[in-house]
């Protein structure tokens, strides 16, 4: 559920900030004012198409942000936990910038999502009806979905045959490539096994080419080493200059007057421990010189060793590490290939039983769905009725997947109307005008919308070309759908305003030569006046004022009634 709005710089909106509740709750106003605006920040805020014209005059950027609480939606949780947004029970987050440059910034929970993420998101929160865009129900590839979620209880026979469908896609795809490209086949197992073969040969360590990079470059410049080595010994300990033996001499001395001064002392201190450092490092070098040998072959070996390793880098990898992940890779693709090289027989005989069990459990699926198409069209005709649309006929239309086994099964479904008797039978997202679309619209969302999950929907001016009793028909039937879902309206029919829960109104203003619209949760006494002027228009009088009293007592009435109905039941 949608608890808060927050908007920045957006079109003619500079400031605005909005609580909302649960149920149903209206937006109205004089055209202009900037309702479809927070429904376009809505839309946006859901991951729609983002432009830097939304951006408002003079500001650099715009800022939408929503907070959401979660519902128990597994669907919704898994999505969240599989892109990493860790998410409580206390909410939601979704924000999104939009930059003059055309940069949009999206946010859920603080964390950088890309616009795709968001979207995903977003569709599972927020469901935008408006005059020209019925989302899913308009579209022909959701409507076997809709089928699915009315189906109770329909998700794990579901889930079984994805699983079988995948498994038998799986071993299909491995046999026909298998069999239309034998030789490249063949080509890529001998690869294969060359490739892992060369590197299990080099019997590579991490850690190795440095280690030999070391030893290399000790043996390449030996002489410079010796020579080194041997001239400091010399200059240490040798026959002609004995530094070490001077400097314990006067290290002796130094000691003898050590015992005078702490100064003295320290110095002293200091000396000899400069001293046996010297003769330490005299005894090392001794050492060195002694272990060093000059080895040519051995030379030749780290030579050949790695070049055998910068080989293997240059055709697997950058690094030993990368050779062995490359190693590990293709040795696992080899062991998969060897399972199935010489068996194309049994290859088959696995993806006909795979098949097999995939169809039985797809024509399962079909005999459900075909069972609750039958109850579906009957309720959605009971739900036209309802909107004086009881002349026309809704079928749900099945015909086989193009593919004998598919994603959904062996199914496709589209939603098929007949508005009026004696008109052709057609589909839903061609064959309806536009007040009549709307009507189909609620009718079906209603059934649909307490088993769908979406937490906000939203309906913008969808009772455009409405009047009448058809027109109190809608507001009852939108009232009703906000009893299973938060529900958001836009409307300029007071039979509308009149049900919902909570009324606001916006109003569009000029400060200092700019247009700013604002926003205000109405009061009763608002609300009576707001209907009123929806009534009549501009001249409002006691009699219109009367009559919004008593639309306002009626739709309260209603409402109080279907709550009683619904605890009984």
């Known amino acids: 559920m949608l608890q808060e709005l927050t908007i920045r710089d957006f079109a003619i909106i500079e400031k605005m900030d909005i609580d909302f509740r649960a149920g149903m709750t209206v937006l109205t106003g004089e055209t202009g004012a900037g309702k479809s605006i927070v429904i376009d920040a809505l839309g946006l805020l859901a991951g729609g198409r983002g432009s830097q014209e939304f951006i408002r005059k003079g500001a650099s950027k715009s800022m939408l942000q929503g907070l959401f609480s979660l519902s128990t939606d597994d669907v919704l949780n898994a999505l969240l936990d599989e892109i990493g947004i860790e998410h409580e029970d206390d909410g939601l987050i979704l924000q999104r910038d939009l930059y003059r440059n055309g940069r949009s910034v999206c946010r859920i929970n603080g964390i950088l999502v890309n616009l795709s993420v968001l979207r995903q998101v977003g569709e599972k929160l927020i469901d935008i009806h408006g005059q020209n865009e019925h989302q899913e129900l308009m579209k022909t590839e959701r409507h076997i979905f809709l089928l699915d979620e009315y189906i109770p209880s329909f998700a794990s026979l579901k889930k079984q045959y994805q699983q079988a469908f995948q498994k038998y896609s799986s071993l299909k795809t491995a046999l026909e490539k298998k069999e239309t490209n034998e030789k490249e086949w063949v080509q890529r197992l001998d690869m294969l096994k060359f490739q892992v073969k060369e590197i299990e040969d080099a019997d590579l360590k991490i850690g190795e080419e440095k280690k030999l990079n070391t030893e290399k470059s000790q043996l390449e410049n030996y002489q410079t080493i010796r020579s080194a080595l041997l001239r400091s010994y010399q200059l240490l300990s040798g026959e002609t200059t004995d530094t070490l033996g001077q400097i314990g001499g006067a290290m002796e001395e130094l000691n003898n007057i050590a015992s005078y001064s702490d100064k003295l002392q320290a110095i002293s201190e200091g000396f000899a421990n400069a001293f046996y ?270 009559h919004a009293e008593e639309l306002l007592k009626m739709s309260n009435e209603l409402k109080k009634k279907r709550a009683e109905k619904m605890q009984k039941n």
């Open 277 to 546: 450092a010297l003769q330490d490092a005299a005894h090392e070098i001794s050492g060195e010189l002694d272990m060093m040998e000059w080895d040519e072959d051995r030379l030749n070996e780290l030579v050949q060793r790695l070049e055998l390793i910068h080989q293997l880098e240059h055709k697997y990898g950058d690094s030993i590490e990368q050779v062995l992940k490359y190693q590990q890779k293709i040795t696992h693709e080899l062991s998969e290939m060897q399972k199935t090289e010489n068996n194309s027989e049994q290859q088959k005989e696995a993806v006909l039983s795979a098949f097999e069990a995939a169809k039985q459990l797809a024509n399962k699926l079909s005999v459900k769905r075909h069972e609750a198409a039958k109850k579906l069209q009957k309720d959605v005709h009971q739900q036209l009725k309802e909107l004086f649309m009881d002349k026309a006929l809704f079928e749900v239309k099945f015909k086989r997947s193009k593919n004998e086994l598919g994603r959904e099964g062996i199914d496709e479904v589209e939603f098929y109307i007949q508005t009026n008797p004696g008109e052709t039978m057609g589909p839903l997202a061609k064959i309806a005008s536009g007040g009549e679309l709307s009507r189909i619209m609620l009718a079906l969302k209603t059934i649909f919308a307490q088993t769908q999950g979406v937490t906000s929907i939203i309906f913008d001016e969808v009772d455009t070309g409405v009047s009448g009793r058809v027109a109190q028909a809608i507001a009852e039937k939108i009232s009703q759908i906000a009893s299973h879902s938060q529900v958001l309206c836009i409307t300029h029919l007071p039979q509308v305003a009149a049900i919902s829960d909570h009324h606001y109104f916006l109003a569009k203003h000029t400060v200092d030569g700019r247009t700013e619209t604002t926003i205000k949760k109405m009061s009763m006494h608002e609300r009576v006046n707001e209907l009123a002027r929806m009534l009549a228009g501009t001249t409002i009088t006691k009699l219109t004022l009367e």
